[in-house]
């Protein structure tokens, strides 16, 4: 008898069946759509979205919704012009157009963008089915490396020094040029269901292989012949033609589950200086035996001599390691600032903890984009109870009496410094025009966040803390329960204006006083919190 088995799909991460034309269902489609995002460099910290090169755009453009973690790493996903149909297959077809006149200004300043784009090393990110279209090339030793980014181009320097992906193509070698790859050919990898409980097909990998080619007629499209060349100086009329090609091949040999494998197993992996560390740790060892034998010596002979010690006059002075008890638990100077960064400590230790104990179960997969960020940061604004609560002991231990101060600090010191420091990086980005420039209302959204529920939970952290008994106990244990009420009153209005359509005066009456009603049942219902405290 075989055993039962269940299993789930993270949010976000359920498989994507793909069939031919005319034999699509409900759960099975044949429309494969490419979506481009951000361009980065190695070369330079400033992103930029897909858009602000002068590439082929998609006519009808998509942008799927992004989480916060995507927004903060200035991730800029939208559709292309690059659709295919499974199992369809396409040579040399052309996507687009682009033309440039040496006495438009307008032209000018496209293209000397794009060449600072090819300069720079700047790379694309394209995505299939929700995993990166890489390109894999061979390196040292033989082995394969596979990127998920490929450049736009590369560039010759006016010396002949070749750049980049310009080692690629013996063709490259002109100087003072810049080389545009304008065509690719792409493979799609699928695991089919045949032999599967599921109909189709799933894809479980895309690559490409970035070429350069000079198409000379446009209707009579090849694929071949020399790169396609932009020289340095600008002098004559350009007409860049982008084009691909694409094919299909089965590959049952991976499943779906780990299709993100052979990114993984391609990176360089370095050489575990197995010497170096075992070098290391017999110093550390060796040291603190030292350290350990000197503390046991001295306190033996402290120990010796107070066992000699007879008379009770003697008996009262204290010496040797006695002498340090009385440092132990004298308050340190600047004990509110220590307490403070305790505080602020705890949050980020608890924080990174939870979030990396979640990745490995797998919740935080990368390809469930920005989870990592989104979690890292609502953990964060959740986590404003331990740091005040930490805080304030030690500022209590340190018999610190301004508690208030305490508080206002440990809820906006540290983070008004990062946000600040943040704050004139993003107007640099937003100057700059990059993609990386957070929109104004995720900032609004962050301080929100920040002073809704991250302030708040910091005081109530503090008041356990500092708390002390006395006869104001009872209103203060029960409110401090109850005013979850108002935070479900807060919901109710943000739900109200961002996902309702209600119109009309009495309509909202009606849901505002409905609301104030459960809202009320909650705030009384918050009696057993207090019972259960007492």
């Known amino acids: 008898m075989s055993p039962l088995g269940a299993a789930f799909y993270l949010p976000g991460l359920a498989p994507v069946s793909f069939c031919e034309e005319g034999e699509e269902t409900e759960s099975c489609k044949s429309l494969i759509e490419l979506f481009v995002n951000r361009l980065d460099s190695v070369e330079s910290v400033l992103p930029y979205e ?11 453009e998509k942008r799927p919704s992004e989480n916060l973690g995507q927004v903060l790493f200035g991730e800029r996903i939208a559709s292309s ?3 295919f149909t499974f199992k369809k297959q396409e040579t040399c077809k052309k996507v687009c157009t682009r033309s440039y006149d040496p006495e438009n200004s307008a032209d000018k300043s496209k293209l000397a963008f794009l060449k600072k784009g090819m300069q720079l090393n700047y790379q694309h990110h394209w995505i299939i089915d929700n995993m990166p279209v890489t390109w894999c090339y061979d390196v040292e030793d033989g082995q394969k490396y596979c990127n998920p980014g490929f450049p736009i181009g590369c560039f010759v320097t006016p010396d002949g020094r070749v750049k980049d992906a310009c ?31 599921w109909p189709g097909a799933r894809l479980v990998m895309a690559r490409l292989r970035p070429q350069s080619y000079k198409h000379t007629d446009e209707n009579n499209l090849s694929c071949e012949g020399p790169p396609m060349e932009i020289p340095g100086e600008f002098t004559n009329k350009l007409n860049l033609v982008y084009t691909y090609s694409v094919a299909f091949e089965e590959k049952n040999s991976i499943k779906w589950a780990s299709r993100w494998d052979y990114i993984l197993e391609s990176m360089p992996h370095t050489n ?10 017999v110093i550390v060892l060796f040291l603190s035996g030292m350290v350990a034998m000197i503390i046991l010596r001295t306190l033996h002979k402290d120990i010796a001599r107070y066992n000699q010690i007879d008379s009770s006059e003697d008996a009262q002075e204290e010496f040797g390691w006695k002498l ?53 940061v609502v953990l964060w604004v959740l986590l404003g109870t331990p740091a005040g609560y930490v805080s304030a002991r030690m500022y209590k231990t340190f018999r610190g009496e301004k508690w208030k101060t ?20 993003n107007l640099i980005l937003w100057v700059k025009g990059s993609s990386a420039a957070i929109p104004f209302g995720t ?14 939970l910091t005081f109530v952290g503090a008041y ?19 005013f979850t009420a108002v935070y479900l009153f807060i919901y109710a209005v943000h739900y109200f204006f961002s996902k309702l359509q209600i119109t009309g005066t009495a309509s909202t009456i009606l849901y505002f006083g409905y609301t104030m009603i459960m809202v009320l049942i909650f705030f009384l219902s918050q009696v057993s919190a207090t019972l259960t405290e007492i």
Request: proline share 4%; hydrophobic share 50%.
């Open 272 to 281: 575990i200086q197995w010497f170096s560390i075992m070098n290391s740790l």
């Open 406 to 425: 305490n508080v206002l600090l440990t809820a906006l010191l540290c983070p008004g410094i990062v946000f600040a420091d943040f704050f004139i990086m």
């Open 464 to 482: 356990f803390g500092f708390k002390e008994k006395d006869y104001h106990w009872w209103w203060r244990s029960f409110l401090t329960s109850s």
């Open 443 to 456: 900032l609004v959204a962050i301080l929100a966040m920040w002073f809704g529920i991250s302030v708040p």
């Open 167 to 197: 080692v690629i193509n013996s063709e490259f070698n002109k100087k003072n040029t810049f080389y545009l790859f304008n065509h690719v050919d792409i493979t799609i990898m699928y695991h089919s269901g045949k032999e599967e409980n």
């Open 324 to 376: 340090v008890h009385g440092d132990v638990f004298r308050p340190p100077r600047k004990g509110m600032l220590l307490s403070v960064f305790l505080g602020q400590g705890t949050q980020i230790f608890i924080m990174t903890f939870i979030t990396l104990f979640l990745a490995c179960l797998g919740f935080l997969s990368p390809a469930n984009r920005g989870a990592l960020m989104t979690c890292a």
């Open 50 to 60: 897909y858009d602000a090169f002068d590439f082929c755009q998609d006519k009808e």
């Open 81 to 83: 012009p690059y659709k």
